[in-house]
């Protein structure tokens, strides 16, 4: 069985910044499409960023200009660098992996356990 691991979530004034990491517990799988998705209590799960392992990536309107998505192939980790935060930023935020197209809930194949980002005015 595939897990995601994720850590580096926390509390953080706006402004400031976290970088969370997601590392896959099999090198045996490189999946095609991995990423971040933040959710808040009543509001569906929102993609936020994502790298593909040939090339490219996709980050949400939200988020472009402050948040970098990378990805460690070798190592079968992936990193969200969040700069720049606002409030409207808070959430839980979750891996995810998949197929070509994980950019959508209904693309991704694995989820991690969701870490806790909480930033204050």
């Known amino acids: 069985q595939v897990r995601l691991e994720e850590s580096g979530g926390g509390s953080v004034q706006a402004g400031g910044s976290l970088r969370l990491s997601c590392e896959v517990s099999t090198r045996r799988i490189r999946f095609d499409c991995m990423g971040w998705f933040r959710q808040v209590p009543g509001k569906e799960r929102e993609g936020v960023a994502f790298?593909?392992?040939?090339?490219?990536?996709y980050y949400a309107d939200s988020v472009k200009g402050r948040f970098t998505v990378s990805r460690d192939i070798t190592q079968n980790t992936l990193y969200l660098q969040m700069n720049s935060l606002k409030p409207e930023d808070t959430a839980m935020y979750y891996c995810?992996?998949?197929?070509?197209?994980?950019?959508?809930?209904?693309?991704?194949?694995?989820w991690g356990q969701g870490t806790q980002v909480t930033v204050s005015s």
């Open positions: 790298a593909y392992r040939t090339s490219g990536t």
């Open positions: 995810a992996a998949g197929g070509s197209d994980c950019t959508v809930a209904a693309g991704v194949g694995s």
